[in-house]
């Protein structure tokens, strides 16, 4: 009886960590140019970021949660969401390794949403042997964990704690410096820039803060919106590129990353404003979730002009907060800032409505994010949005004053695909919801790619991950010669 039980509880086991299929499709997905691969259910957990890291000869998927709480299937034990650690070698049978509990709450007040991952061998300080995982803790830290064995990561220092708010975090691998998205208690936003020197990982060494004039201790007036996430193209370009606000009053901001890192500190206006290059203030309707560097593109149209045939841009994505389009439409925006004093707007891209009456269908409909891996494949060339309940959209962005959608892939819906609930901006308000805010969908809530090709994206509705990849005429896209190859 004790050998028949012990083997049941492998098989369980086996079951569980091999969960890709646990989860049965009730819908049909709407795939062009892009083909389903695999997937893993994440345990049920409502996903926000993902990030791929090649180690040794396996690539493991680290996956950031909202807050809930669901069973961990490995251990038995309900757990709060946090970050999923999932085997992605072969994307059609992953194997999910390890999940680490968050911080206790629902949403946006819990889970450990952003993730990265550095390997020791390009942190300038760290031991060159191991991989280093920095995640938010919900709303109130910031960890880094040693994930050099995917199946048992272990927390190794907390760089900050006791904020009051967290989100989209940026590290460089090869400086080891990290861009904090943080609620300092001091200050008069919910998140502005903490900006720390991780190049030896337990050994954090605080640089500076910074945000927007306004936000700092001390300051009167209107507060600024609150940052949203930042993207550094590193020593090499010199750039810091921050996003703020999510569906409203967005602002791009250009930092020049020297003066960021070593100009005065004091958080002073005119300390604050002195590394700024270039500022573009959004429309109050549209906000500036993910704000990506397309730089020195060749534009095919002014290929014969003696002047302005190679320019630099910035794609901003808004983020679609309300469910049934009961707000501006959030979508793609392309900002030409080959002069950064002077940035301005040269295309948009959202999906037609109509092609699939998403306004109606259930969930949000519109942007959320946008692809951040550069990976040569991939960059300059093609970009992936993901669209909520529109599934992943492709764009071709050679031509970025032009984008056109080459492929998209909306998942089919699975038992445990959930009704999403209604942001808390919503509560007491008189928006006019109907019947379809009530409706299970997909919500495709954040997207990224590998060097390998692979398309990841994860869903907010509890529906999991999808692994994709290009077929067709938007796979002859790609630079396959710069696909990294085991």
Request: glycine share 8%; with cysteine.
């Given at each position: 009886?004790?050998r028949?039980?012990s083997?049941?509880?492998?098989?369980?086991?086996?079951?569980?960590?091999?969960?890709?299929?646990?989860?049965?499709?009730t819908?049909?997905?709407d795939?062009?140019?892009?083909?389903?691969?695999?997937?893993?259910d994440?345990?049920g957990?409502?996903?926000?970021?993902?990030?791929?890291?090649h180690?040794?000869?396996?690539?493991?998927?680290?996956?950031?949660h909202?807050?809930?709480?669901?069973?961990n299937?490995l251990?038995?034990v309900?757990?709060?969401?946090?970050?999923?650690?999932?085997d992605?070698?072969?994307?059609a049978?992953?194997?999910?390794?390890?999940?680490?509990?968050g911080?206790?709450?629902?949403?946006?007040?819990?889970?450990?949403?952003?993730v990265?991952?550095?390997?020791?061998?390009?942190?300038?300080?760290?031991?060159?042997s191991r991989?280093?995982?920095?995640?938010?803790?919900?709303?109130?830290?910031?960890?880094?964990?040693?994930?050099t064995?995917?199946?048992?990561?272990s927390?190794?220092t907390?760089?900050?704690?006791?904020l009051?708010g967290?989100?989209?975090?940026?590290w460089?691998?090869?400086?080891?410096?990290a861009?904090?998205?943080?609620?300092?208690?001091a200050?008069r936003?919910s998140?502005?820039?903490?900006?720390?020197d991780l190049?030896?990982p337990?050994?954090?060494?605080?640089?500076?803060d910074?945000?927007?004039?306004?936000?700092?201790?001390?300051?009167?007036?209107?507060?600024?919106?609150?940052?949203?996430g930042?993207?550094?193209?590193?020593?090499?370009g010199?750039?810091?590129?921050?996003?703020?606000?999510?569906?409203a009053?967005g602002?791009?901001?250009?930092?020049?990353?020297?003066?960021?890192?070593?100009?005065?500190?004091?958080?002073?206006?005119?300390?604050?404003?002195?590394?700024?290059?270039?500022?573009?203030d959004?429309?109050?309707?549209?906000?500036?979730?993910?704000?990506?560097?397309l730089?020195?593109v060749?534009?095919?149209?002014?290929?014969?002009?003696?002047?302005?045939h190679?320019?630099?841009?910035?794609?901003?994505?808004?983020e679609?907060?309300?469910?049934?389009?009961?707000?501006?439409r959030?979508?793609?925006?392309?900002?030409?800032?080959?002069?950064?004093?002077?940035?301005?707007?040269?295309?948009?891209?959202?999906?037609?409505?109509?092609?699939?009456?998403?306004?109606?269908?259930?969930?949000?409909?519109?942007?959320?994010?946008?692809?951040?891996n550069?990976?040569?494949?991939?960059?300059?060339?093609?970009?992936?949005?993901a669209?909520?309940?529109?599934?992943?959209?492709?764009?071709?962005?050679?031509?970025?004053?032009?984008?056109?959608?080459?492929?998209?892939?909306?998942?089919?819906?699975?038992?445990?695909?959930?009704?999403l609930?209604?942001?808390?901006?919503?509560?007491?308000?008189?928006?006019?919801?109907?019947?379809?805010?009530?409706?299970?969908?997909?919500?495709?809530?954040?997207?990224?790619?590998?060097?390998?090709?692979?398309?990841?994206?994860?869903?907010?509705?509890?529906?999991?991950?999808?692994?994709?990849?290009?077929?067709?005429p938007a796979?002859?896209?790609?630079?396959?010669?710069a696909?990294?190859r085991?």
């Amino acid at each position: 009886m004790r050998r028949r039980a012990s083997l049941l509880f492998v098989m369980a086991s086996l079951l569980a960590a091999c969960a890709h299929d646990a989860s049965r499709g009730t819908g049909t997905e709407d795939a062009v140019n892009m083909r389903l691969v695999g997937q893993n259910d994440l345990q049920g957990r409502s996903a926000y970021q993902p990030t791929i890291q090649h180690q040794g000869r396996r690539w493991i998927a680290y996956i950031g949660h909202h807050g809930d709480r669901k069973i961990n299937p490995l251990t038995g034990v309900v757990e709060d969401n946090g970050t999923s650690v999932v085997d992605v070698t072969d994307p059609a049978h992953t194997r999910y390794l390890a999940h680490i509990p968050g911080e206790p709450g629902k949403a946006e007040l819990g889970g450990a949403q952003m993730v990265r991952v550095c390997t020791g061998s390009q942190l300038p300080r760290a031991d060159k042997s191991r991989f280093y995982m920095l995640r938010t803790y919900g709303n109130q830290a910031q960890q880094v964990w040693d994930v050099t064995v995917p199946e048992h990561p272990s927390l190794l220092t907390t760089v900050v704690a006791g904020l009051k708010g967290t989100h989209k975090n940026f590290w460089e691998c090869d400086t080891g410096i990290a861009y904090l998205v943080s609620g300092d208690p001091a200050w008069r936003t919910s998140r502005m820039t903490k900006i720390y020197d991780l190049s030896d990982p337990q050994h954090p060494v605080f640089i500076r803060d910074f945000g927007l004039p306004g936000q700092q201790p001390g300051a009167t007036g209107p507060v600024p919106v609150a940052l949203h996430g930042p993207i550094s193209i590193g020593p090499k370009g010199n750039r810091v590129y921050f996003g703020y606000g999510t569906s409203a009053d967005g602002v791009l901001q250009i930092v020049d990353r020297q003066k960021l890192l070593t100009g005065p500190k004091e958080p002073t206006p005119e300390n604050l404003l002195a590394p700024q290059v270039g500022r573009l203030d959004m429309p109050p309707i549209n906000g500036a979730h993910t704000v990506f560097p397309l730089l020195r593109v060749d534009v095919p149209e002014f290929a014969r002009n003696f002047v302005g045939h190679t320019r630099d841009f910035v794609v901003i994505t808004d983020e679609a907060i309300q469910k049934e389009c009961m707000e501006a439409r959030q979508m793609v925006w392309v900002v030409d800032i080959t002069t950064e004093s002077k940035p301005f707007g040269v295309a948009n891209y959202t999906v037609p409505e109509a092609s699939g009456h998403y306004c109606s269908q259930g969930g949000r409909f519109g942007t959320h994010s946008s692809n951040e891996n550069m990976t040569p494949l991939f960059y300059n060339r093609l970009m992936f949005f993901a669209h909520f309940n529109a599934g992943v959209r492709v764009l071709d962005v050679r031509n970025p004053m032009n984008p056109r959608e080459v492929a998209h892939f909306v998942p089919a819906v699975t038992d445990n695909t959930v009704v999403l609930e209604a942001p808390a901006s919503a509560a007491g308000s008189k928006l006019p919801f109907t019947a379809a805010s009530d409706r299970r969908a997909i919500q495709t809530n954040n997207v990224e790619v590998d060097d390998r090709g692979y398309i990841y994206i994860v869903d907010r509705a509890n529906t999991g991950l999808h692994i994709l990849e290009l077929t067709g005429p938007a796979r002859d896209i790609a630079d396959w010669r710069a696909a990294v190859r085991d």
